[in-house]
C-alpha cells in the first residue's frame, strides 16, 4: 500500500513538472504574439532524447554524476509535506531539506569536471557561486517562519499553522518574507535575471555542453521533478498547502507569476547576481526576522 | 591645414612625380621608390601623421610592375594622403616599414599571400587566410580562376528534362519560366 | 513462426520512435555563410518556427539537424566535417540556397566547393538566394514527413560510402586527421558487416 501510494505520488510530480515545462514555453510565446510549442512538447523532447542511438561518456564520473543528480532530486521528494503520500517522513524538518537541495549540483559539478570542456567548467563554477546568495536568503525565511510557528523547524507544523482559511495564510502576516522567498525562488530555479549560469549564447548551454543523448534526457526529468519540490516548498511556506486539487493550482499559479518576472528582466552577471543577493532580499528578511522575534 | 598645403610641404624636400586630389580631404601622390622610408619618417613626425589605414596593392600586368599605396591618417586635421609606389613585377622585392608603423606586419603578410611580393625584414609571413592552399598567388592577372575551377571541381550534370521530372505543371509557372517546358 | 513476430516488433517500434523523433528536432545554430541572415526571422514571432517543434541548440553533441547556410569556403570545410563527425546519430543535413547546390553565386571562385553531397552526405535542399522564410519552413515540413515515411536515411550513407567520401575530402583540403573512429561506429550500427 506505501509503494502504490509512493508510486502514484511520483508520477503526479512528473506530469505536473511536465507541465509546468510547457506551460512555461506556451506563456512566453503568448506574451510574445506567437503560437508557441504544444503543451507537450517536453514530453516529445524527452521521449526523442531517450531514442538516440549512441551516448557519448566521458568516463564513469559522468555516468556517476547522472545518478546523484536524478537520486538527490527524487529523495527530497519525499521530504516535503503534500496531500498525495500519506507516510512522508515526519522525522525530518526543513533544514534538512534546503540541505538536500544541494546534491544535484554537486552532482552536477562531478560530471562536469570529468569531460573537460571550458565551457562547463565557467557555468558550473559559476551555478555554485551564486548559491552563495540565495541559499542564506531562503534558510533565513525558513528559520523565520519557524521562530513564528512555535519555534521548532519542524515542516508540517509551518504547514498546518495556516490552517483555517486564506485569512491565516503567511503571506498576509510576513510579507517582507514572502518578497525575499519569492527573489530566492528565481535564484533556485535558475529563471532570468539570475540565469548566468545556463547562458545559451554565451557559453553554450553551460554545464549542459557535453551531455547529449540519454544523459541529457536525465537531466530534463531532473528539471521536472525539481520545479515541482522548488515551487512546492514555497507554496507549503507561504500559501498553506492545501488539498488534492488546490496544491495543483497553486503551484500553476505561482509559476506562472514567476514566468512572467522571466520573460522581461535581461541577466546579470556573477557579481552583481551575489552583490544583489546580499543587499535587498536579506535585508528585508533581517528586518522581518527582527520584528518575529520582538513579537 | 588644407591637403595642397600639406603637398606643397612634402614637395619642399623630396621629388613628387604626380597629384591627384580627389576632394579636400584626400589626396594621392606619387614618388621614387628609393625616397619611401625618408617620406614615411617626415610625414609621421614632421607633420603629425601618426596612423597607418591600409597598404593597397594593385598588379599592372601591361606595365609589367606592381603599386603600392600607403594609406596615412591624421587625426588633427582629418586628412588621409596616399602614398603611390611602382616596383618591379619580375622581382617582387621591397624593404618592410614596420619599425616606422608596427601595424604593417598584417598588411604586409595579406599582400604576400594574395599578390606574392616579398618583404625583406619581416619575420611574420606565414599564411592568414588560405589555409589549404598550395598554387600560385591568386589576385595575380595571370592566374585563371575558371581554368582551376574547372580542373578541381565537378559539376552536376544538366538535365533538360527536369521540370517534367519533378511533375510541374505550365500553370504553376509564370512569365518566363514557361519557355522552358 | 516466431521469427516472423520478432521482426514485426522491431518494425512497429522503429514506427513509433519515428512519430516521436518527427516532433521534436533541434537545429544546430551555427551560421556558416550569409544565408543565415534569413533564421532570425524564421525563429521569432511573425514565421514562428517553434510550433512544429524545431528549436535552435547550440552546442553539436545535443544538435540533430545541421543547417548549411550558404557557400563554404574550404577552411570551414574541414571544420564542419569535424561538427559533422561529432553529431550523435540520427541526424540530418539540409542544404540551403545555391551554393550548395552547384556553386551558386561563387561559381568561378578558386576557394569555395560546389557541391556539398560530395563531401557529406544530404538530405534535403532548399533552393533560393536567399529563400524566404516560408520556403524555409516548407522545407522542413518536407523533411518531416520524409522522417516518417523511414526514407530520411542519409546518415547510414555516410559509413556505407566512406571510402568515397574521404577521397574526396583528401583532394581537396589534403591530408587532416579526423578524432572519430568511423569503422567501429559503422559496425556498431548493423550498418557495415
Known amino acids: ?295 | 591645414m588644407k591637403v595642397s598645403e600639406i603637398i606643397y610641404e612634402i614637395k619642399k624636400h623630396f621629388d613628387v612625380l604626380s597629384i591627384d586630389e580627389k576632394n579636400e580631404k584626400y589626396a594621392q601622390i606619387e614618388i621614387n621608390e628609393k625616397d619611401l622610408r625618408n617620406v614615411l619618417l617626415h610625414c609621421k613626425h614632421n607633420m603629425n601623421f601618426i596612423h597607418l589605414s591600409a597598404i593597397s596593392s594593385v598588379d599592372y600586368i601591361k606595365d609589367n610592375k606592381f603599386s603600392l599605396v600607403y594609406n596615412l591618417f591624421s587625426y588633427k586635421e582629418s586628412i588621409l594622403l596616399g602614398i603611390k609606389i611602382l616596383i618591379n613585377r619580375e622581382k617582387a622585392e621591397i624593404a618592410t616599414i614596420n619599425d616606422i608603423y608596427h601595424p604593417a606586419i598584417f598588411f604586409e603578410r595579406d599582400i604576400h599571400e594574395m599578390l606574392g611580393i616579398n618583404f625583406i625584414g619581416n619575420n611574420h609571413l606565414e599564411k592568414f587566410i588560405l589555409d589549404e592552399w598550395d598554387g600560385p598567388p591568386p589576385m595575380r592577372k595571370d592566374f585563371d580562376t575558371l581554368e582551376y575551377v574547372n580542373d578541381t571541381f565537378d559539376w552536376y550534370e544538366y538535365d533538360p528534362e527536369w521540370a517534367k521530372k519533378l511533375g510541374i505543371k505550365k500553370e504553376d509557372l509564370a512569365g518566363e519560366e514557361m519557355e522552358i517546358l | 513462426m516466431s521469427n516472423k513476430k520478432i521482426v514485426d516488433q522491431k518494425a512497429a517500434w522503429n514506427h513509433v520512435y519515428r512519430r516521436l523523433n518527427k516532433r521534436s528536432l533541434w537545429m544546430l545554430h551555427y551560421c556558416t555563410g550569409c544565408g543565415a541572415v534569413e533564421l532570425p526571422p524564421t525563429m521569432t514571432s511573425r514565421w514562428d518556427m517553434s510550433r512544429f517543434g524545431v528549436a535552435p541548440m547550440v552546442t553539436p553533441r545535443q544538435a540533430d539537424i545541421l543547417l548549411i547556410t550558404g557557400y563554404l569556403a574550404k577552411k570551414s570545410l574541414k571544420r564542419v566535417i569535424l561538427t559533422y563527425e561529432q553529431m550523435q546519430s540520427p541526424k540530418w543535413v539540409v542544404g540551403f540556397g545555391s551554393c550548395t547546390i552547384n556553386g551558386g553565386m561563387y561559381w568561378d571562385s578558386y576557394s569555395t566547393i560546389k557541391q556539398l553531397s560530395e563531401y557529406i552526405p544530404v538530405d534535403i535542399y532548399i533552393a533560393g538566394c536567399m529563400p524566404q522564410p516560408e520556403a524555409i519552413i516548407h522545407g522542413f515540413n518536407v523533411l518531416l514527413d520524409k522522417i516518417n515515411n523511414g526514407t530520411a536515411n542519409a546518415w547510414k550513407d555516410y559509413y556505407i560510402n566512406y571510402k568515397k567520401y574521404r577521397e574526396n575530402q583528401v583532394k581537396v583540403l589534403g591530408e587532416f586527421v579526423t578524432n572519430t573512429d568511423i569503422e567501429k561506429e559503422a559496425r556498431y550500427y548493423g550498418v557495415v558487416k
Request: net charge positive; proline share 4%; hydrophobic share 55%.
Open chain 1, 1 to 295: 500500500m506505501v509503494i502504490l501510494n509512493g508510486l502514484i505520488y511520483l508520477l503526479v510530480s512528473f506530469v505536473t513538472g511536465l507541465i509546468l515545462m510547457g506551460i512555461s514555453l506556451k506563456v512566453t510565446a503568448r506574451v510574445q504574439k506567437r503560437i508557441g510549442p504544444p503543451i507537450m512538447q517536453p514530453w516529445f523532447d524527452i521521449l526523442k532524447l531517450f531514442s538516440k542511438k549512441t551516448n557519448i561518456s566521458h568516463g564513469y564520473m559522468m555516468d556517476i554524476s547522472v545518478l546523484m543528480l536524478l537520486g538527490g532530486t527524487l529523495l527530497s521528494l519525499f521530504f516535503l509535506p503534500n496531500p498525495y503520500f500519506a507516510h512522508t517522513i515526519y522525522a525530518a524538518d526543513i533544514i534538512v531539506l534546503l540541505y538536500l537541495l544541494l546534491f544535484p549540483s554537486l552532482g552536477m559539478a562531478m560530471g562536469v569536471g570529468e569531460a573537460a570542456n571550458p565551457n562547463g567548467s565557467i557555468g558550473i563554477s559559476r551555478a555554485l557561486t551564486m548559491l552563495a546568495g540565495y541559499d542564506f536568503t531562503i534558510t533565513i525565511v525558513a528559520v523565520g517562519l519557524a521562530i513564528a510557528a512555535n519555534g521548532i523547524t519542524y515542516f508540517p507544523a509551518i504547514v498546518s499553522s495556516q490552517a483555517g482559511g486564506f485569512i491565516h495564510w503567511n503571506i498576509l502576516h510576513y510579507p517582507l518574507f514572502a518578497i525575499a522567498g519569492f527573489i530566492a525562488l528565481l535564484g533556485m530555479l535558475g529563471e532570468k535575471p539570475f540565469e548566468v549560469m545556463v547562458a545559451p549564447h554565451e557559453i553554450a548551454t553551460g554545464p549542459m555542453t557535453e551531455f547529449g543523448g540519454k544523459y541529457l534526457g536525465m537531466l530534463f526529468v531532473q528539471h521536472a521533478f525539481a520545479l515541482f519540490i522548488e515551487v512546492g516548498i514555497f507554496v507549503n511556506l507561504f500559501l498553506g498547502g492545501g488539498n488534492i486539487y488546490s496544491f495543483i493550482a497553486k503551484i500553476i499559479g505561482v509559476f506562472i507569476l514567476l514566468n512572467f518576472v522571466n520573460i522581461v528582466f535581461a541577466r546579470f552577471k556573477t557579481e552583481e547576481a551575489v552583490a544583489f543577493f546580499w543587499k535587498y532580499p536579506i535585508i528585508l528578511a533581517m528586518l522581518q526576522l527582527i520584528w518575529v522575534v520582538i513579537r
